[in-house]
């Protein structure tokens, strides 16, 4: 007589089980999961679950900007409003390259078609940015202050004004174009404005003198238009395929 | 529970600066497939975009079961695979269908078992890990298939679906086509006219010059369809039926 | 050749086409030649009150300097200096004494005289240079000694040293003076110039190539007989003749505008009385030192062009591109090498961010190079240097546009 192995034959057993309780195969299975009410995600989720998706550049970005301010002002006792001014094109240009992703490549015509359209794309796009730049800005401004002749609200003014340049330019850019000449485009613009910053700040200081500092506050206010002007008609441009 | 799949098409119209795209077409599109023919620049691509809520019609309302094609609601019912689509080239296919099943609306667990389902079901599995740029064309295709499902769409809507499928690809395509359209609303636009031919009880849709010429089902007992659909555009003034 | 001419003009044409081509030149343009003058807007204040405009206050100085043209700067120009600021009163000496009545009416005039002349005596105050005995043998003596400092501590070697020797004998004391304030102006503000140009360049030339593989142009333009030699140099040419001509009309902007309000004249005054300048011994004009310095800059205009050429094929990422571009430009504008680093520190002068520094590290270092037996200065073997690596640039950029594989689509 064959001796079986005991655990040979536990496996034996165990398929034998398997079989003769197999559960049957689902029958009309897509109708029934559509008589079930699917569990959504909420608006505020949506929101949240887009950081994930953003370039982790933007954050090194802000941090290398913001350890630079950082450094440069407790440390080494320096006057960094020029610096961080010259370098704020560069955090704007996260903000209008995360914008243009979309359409960029091409996923605008698959994101205006779901449930949480490419204007919801947008928008929370937007307001994550716009909310950590303005945490940025409340703790830059008192640092690139700190070692400067100027006030805390002029500092202000020269920070955002190179910021708004970019945005305003680069927004109205990526409006007008497509593929991956945009991020060409906003890239340069930054480009362009930190270096003729830099150069501005260093050869012609007098600008920054309190002579022409209402001229800094108007043109802080036609950009900061500019920008929301910018804005709106990007938003408009998600409700429909150009 | 027997839910209601209407998409009612009521007298839409989209007019550019010199050029009327779609004229005063009206539609019931129910449960089923509906195929929709037409030559280059007949209007096809752009009733698609109206119907998925992506452009704007000049006159007239596109509606799913009374929601109107602007809403949120709409959209959550609704799978689209456009003509040509892109990608953010970063993405793996598992990404890409995690990312569209977010903006679904659908929850993360749910996403993950969907998406792995999907991909199952589109022969991509395999490559489900490997960056979307390696893909070819017909992997593409797929996968763009794979995303308009995700939501279990009650309006499918699918812009030159077999655009780079080979033929064994294709019918498998048109099966699971047939499968789908037992409960939503499936509408089609395709070149390639086996492609309705061959699915049993489809519904034929054709444009001409942004207008309606025929609209019947089309169940093989008529002639050739591809004889047929030349027929038409060779008769003017054809009127729909 | 006909056909190289066609498609040179159909490249041109698509570079002008282009909005971020035509919104840098907007931006660059106005912004230079709009700020290049603006210390002269505005007023000048004191204890918050209108003093003067900045205007006024330059005209005042340059009628004044005008009335110096042509005097040495000898012991009979230096003593007359001192004896005008003698008339300061002692308890003014220390503080603001600009604002007094007596340097308005007897000083000013010769500010100039004293700015050089403390400039080389290194006196810390007013007073200082008033105790001191003009003697202009001890002035240029100090001079010397100076420059002989310098060059300790640029590393010199001694054939270096010999070398600017011979040249500071060829150079006339006492200098004669003139006004030339314009060309100072110029030379002063040629390094921000250097630093848009360059960026500009970058910015016009970085997707060239790049754009039509994105535009996917690329499978028919290397398919066609002229597409895979004739159209890459076409295009090299036009893109580097574009930043050379903008650049170039640029800065001929600039002179007229900066020369038409500060005047014209001074072109031969010496280089040598600047104080960024006084160690370079090269008998040089100012006006001359303005020409090579913008020759210079036209040319780091056109080798870093033919680099963005090179870089935008090897990288096939015109963002990339810019990106790197940027990063060299910066990074050359705010770091230095230690001077001890010999090698090191006179090739990172060559970078072009770093050339127009003008200062000891730049185009006017006192470091040679030996070419063929002869010595040349940074200034005369930069254009050479530029010149081989430009060509090596596109011959690279040649290669990696032949090997382009259109795939992946």
Same mark, same amino acid.
């Given at each position: 007589m064959k001796t079986?192995?005991?655990d040979g034959?536990?496996d ?8 003769a309780f197999a559960?049957?195969?689902?029958v009309d299975?897509?109708r029934?999961?559509?008589t079930v009410?699917?569990?959504q995600?909420?608006h505020v989720?949506?929101m ?6 953003m370039?982790? !550049? ?5 941090a290398?900007?913001?350890g630079?301010?950082l450094n440069?002002?407790?440390? !080494?006792n320096r006057?960094?409003? !020029?610096v961080?001014a010259s ?7 996260s ?5 243009a992703?979309s359409?960029?490549?091409?996923m605008?015509e698959l994101e205006m ?9 947008v928008?929370?796009?937007?307001g994550?940015?716009g ?6 800005l ?9 070692n ?19 945005t305003?330019l ?7 174009y497509?593929g991956k000449e945009?991020f060409?485009?906003c890239?340069?613009?930054?480009a ?9 700040s260093?050869?012609?200081?007098i600008?920054?003198?309190r002579?022409?500092?209402k001229?800094w ?12 002007m910018e804005?709106r008609?990007?938003?408009r441009q998600?409700?429909?395929i150009? | ?9 009521d007298?839409?119209?989209?007019q550019?600066?010199n050029k009327?795209?779609?004229?005063r077409?009206s ?7 509906h195929?929709l023919l037409?030559a280059?620049g ?5 009733l ?9 019609p000049?006159?007239g ?5 009374g ?8 959209r959550?019912r609704l799978g689209y695979?456009p003509?040509d689509?892109?990608y953010?080239?970063?993405?793996t296919?598992y990404?890409f269908?995690?990312?569209?099943a977010?903006?679904k609306g659908?929850?993360?667990?749910d996403?993950?078992f969907r998406a ?5 079901l589109v022969?991509l ?5 490997k960056k979307?740029?390696t893909y070819?064309?017909g992997?593409?295709q797929r996968?763009?298939?794979?995303q ?5 769409p009650?309006?499918l809507?699918l ?6 499928l080979d033929p ?7 099966n699971?086509?047939?499968?789908l ?9 395709t070149?390639?006219?086996?492609d309705?031919?061959h ?9 001409k010059a942004?207008?309606l010429i025929?609209?019947?089902?089309w ?6 369809l591809?004889?047929?659909?030349l027929k038409?555009?060779?008769e ?6 | 050749?006909?056909e190289?001419g066609i498609?040179?003009?159909?490249e041109?044409?698509k570079?002008?086409?282009r909005k971020i081509v035509?919104?840098?030149t907007?931006?660059?343009?106005a ?6 003058c603006?210390?002269l807007?505005?007023n000048y204040?004191?204890?918050g ?6 205007y006024h206050?330059m ?6 300097a005008?009335?110096l043209n042509?005097?040495?700067i000898n ?6 200096m ?5 008339h300061?009163p002692?308890?003014?000496?220390e503080g603001r004494?600009?604002?007094?009545e007596?340097y308005?009416?007897?000083?000013r005039?010769y500010?100039?005289?004293?700015q050089?002349?403390n ?5 810390k105050?007013?007073s200082?240079?008033l ?6 043998n001890e002035?240029?003596?100090n001079?010397?000694?100076?420059i ?5 501590d ?5 054939e ?7 040249k500071?004998?060829q150079?006339?004391?006492p200098y004669?003076?003139?006004y030339?304030?314009?060309?100072w102006?110029l030379l ?7 630093y848009?140009?360059?960026?500009y360049?970058a ?7 790049t754009r ?6 690329d499978q028919l ?9 004739q159209l890459?140099?076409?295009k090299a040419?036009a ?8 650049s170039?009309?640029?800065?001929a902007?600039?002179m007229?505008?900066v ?18 300048f006084?160690y370079?011994?090269?008998p040089?004009?100012v006006g001359?030192t ?12 056109l080798?870093?062009g033919?680099?963005?050429?090179m870089?935008?094929?090897?990288l096939?990422n015109g963002?990339?591109?810019?990106a790197v571009?940027f990063?060299?430009?910066?990074v050359?504008?705010?770091f230095?090498?230690?001077?001890q680093m010999r ?11 770093k050339?127009?520094?003008?200062n000891m590290g730049?185009?006017?270092s006192l ?18 240097l ?6 090596a640039f596109l ?8 090997r382009?594989?259109v795939s992946?689509r």
């Amino acid at each position: 007589m064959k001796t079986v192995r005991a655990d040979g034959g536990k496996d034996a057993l165990k398929e034998k089980l398997r079989e003769a309780f197999a559960a049957p195969a689902p029958v009309d299975k897509e109708r029934f999961l559509r008589t079930v009410p699917q569990p959504q995600m909420s608006h505020v989720e949506f929101m949240l679950l887009q950081i994930g998706y953003m370039k982790k !550049w933007i954050w090194a970005v802000s941090a290398f900007v913001f350890g630079i301010a950082l450094n440069g002002a407790c440390f !080494w006792n320096r006057d960094m409003l !020029w610096v961080i001014a010259s370098l704020m094109p560069f955090i704007a240009l996260s903000l209008t390259t995360e914008n243009a992703r979309s359409a960029v490549y091409g996923m605008e015509e698959l994101e205006m078609a779901s449930r949480f359209s490419l204007r919801s794309v947008v928008l929370a796009r937007l307001g994550i940015l716009g909310f950590f730049h303005t945490l940025l800005l409340c703790v830059l401004v008192p640092l690139s202050s700190r070692n400067s002749v100027y006030t805390v609200f002029q500092t202000g003014i020269y920070l955002i004004v190179p910021y708004l340049i970019t945005t305003v330019l680069s927004l109205g850019a990526s409006r007008q174009y497509h593929g991956k000449e945009v991020f060409y485009m906003c890239m340069g613009i930054a480009a362009l404005v930190s270096v003729l910053h830099t150069v501005i700040s260093g050869g012609a200081k007098i600008l920054y003198t309190r002579d022409y500092f209402k001229w800094w506050v108007a043109a802080f206010a036609i950009l900061s238009a500019g920008f929301i002007m910018e804005c709106r008609k990007m938003i408009r441009q998600t409700e429909e395929i150009g | 529970m027997v839910i209601m799949m209407e998409l009612t098409i009521d007298r839409v119209s989209k007019q550019y600066k010199n050029k009327i795209a779609v004229d005063r077409v009206s539609l019931r599109l129910t449960k089923g497939i509906h195929g929709l023919l037409g030559a280059n620049g007949a209007g096809k691509t752009t009733l698609m975009r109206m119907i998925c809520g992506i452009l704007k019609p000049t006159g007239g309302t596109i509606t799913l079961d009374g929601l109107d094609v602007q809403t949120e609601e709409y959209r959550a019912r609704l799978g689209y695979l456009p003509q040509d689509f892109g990608y953010y080239p970063d993405f793996t296919g598992y990404d890409f269908l995690l990312y569209m099943a977010a903006l679904k609306g659908l929850r993360r667990t749910d996403a993950k078992f969907r998406a792995k389902e999907l991909l199952q079901l589109v022969a991509l599995e395999d490559a489900a890990k490997k960056k979307i740029k390696t893909y070819s064309g017909g992997m593409k295709q797929r996968l763009g298939i794979a995303q308009a499902l995700l939501n279990r769409p009650d309006l499918l809507v699918l812009d030159e679906p077999t655009a780079g499928l080979d033929p064994k690809e294709r019918v498998r395509f048109r099966n699971l086509i047939e499968e789908l359209g037992e409960n939503s609303i499936v509408l089609l636009s395709t070149h390639i006219v086996s492609d309705i031919e061959h699915i049993a009880d489809s519904d034929v849709i054709m444009m001409k010059a942004g207008g309606l010429i025929y609209h019947d089902r089309w169940d093989g007992s008529h002639e050739d369809l591809e004889a047929f659909y030349l027929k038409q555009f060779e008769e003017e003034g054809q009127e729909v039926s | 050749m006909r056909e190289f001419g066609i498609l040179y003009r159909y490249e041109l044409k698509k570079i002008m086409q282009r909005k971020i081509v035509k919104i840098a030149t907007v931006i660059v343009f106005a912004l230079i030649l709009g700020t290049v003058c603006a210390e002269l807007s505005g007023n000048y204040y004191v204890d918050g009150k209108v003093y003067d405009t900045h205007y006024h206050m330059m005209k005042t100085d340059r009628e004044y300097a005008r009335k110096l043209n042509g005097r040495k700067i000898n012991q009979d120009l230096i003593m007359e200096m001192q004896d005008a600021y003698r008339h300061i009163p002692e308890n003014e000496r220390e503080g603001r004494y600009s604002l007094t009545e007596e340097y308005q009416d007897w000083a000013r005039p010769y500010s100039q005289i004293y700015q050089f002349v403390n400039m080389v005596m290194e006196k810390k105050t007013l007073s200082d240079l008033l105790a001191w005995k003009a003697d202009e043998n001890e002035l240029y003596e100090n001079l010397g000694r100076r420059i002989e400092e310098e060059r300790e501590d640029a590393f010199l070697t001694e054939e270096e040293k010999a070398f600017w020797r011979e040249k500071e004998e060829q150079t006339e004391k006492p200098y004669t003076f003139y006004y030339a304030e314009g060309y100072w102006k110029l030379l002063y503000s040629s390094y921000g110039i250097c630093y848009v140009l360059l960026l500009y360049a970058a910015v016009c030339l970085a997707d060239l190539y790049t754009r039509e593989h994105s535009l996917r142009t690329d499978q028919l333009l290397l398919s066609s007989r002229l597409g895979k030699r004739q159209l890459y140099w076409a295009k090299a040419l036009a893109g580097m003749s574009f930043a050379g001509m903008a650049s170039l009309i640029l800065i001929a902007l600039v002179m007229f505008e900066v020369l038409f309000i500060y005047g014209t004249d001074g072109f031969q005054m010496a280089l040598q009385y600047a104080g960024a300048f006084f160690y370079y011994s090269e008998p040089v004009s100012v006006g001359t030192t303005v020409i090579i310095v913008y020759a210079l800059i036209l040319a780091a205009v056109l080798v870093t062009g033919a680099f963005v050429v090179m870089l935008s094929e090897l990288l096939q990422n015109g963002t990339a591109v810019l990106a790197v571009v940027f990063g060299m430009v910066s990074v050359t504008m705010f770091f230095n090498i230690p001077p001890q680093m010999r090698l090191a520190s006179q090739l990172y002068a060559y970078l072009p961010g770093k050339l127009l520094s003008l200062n000891m590290g730049g185009a006017f270092s006192l470091r040679l190079v030996r070419v063929f037996g002869r010595y040349l200065t940074t200034w005369q073997f930069v254009p050479l240097l530029y010149l081989l690596s430009g060509a090596a640039f596109l011959l690279i950029g040649k290669w990696a546009y032949g090997r382009y594989q259109v795939s992946g689509r």
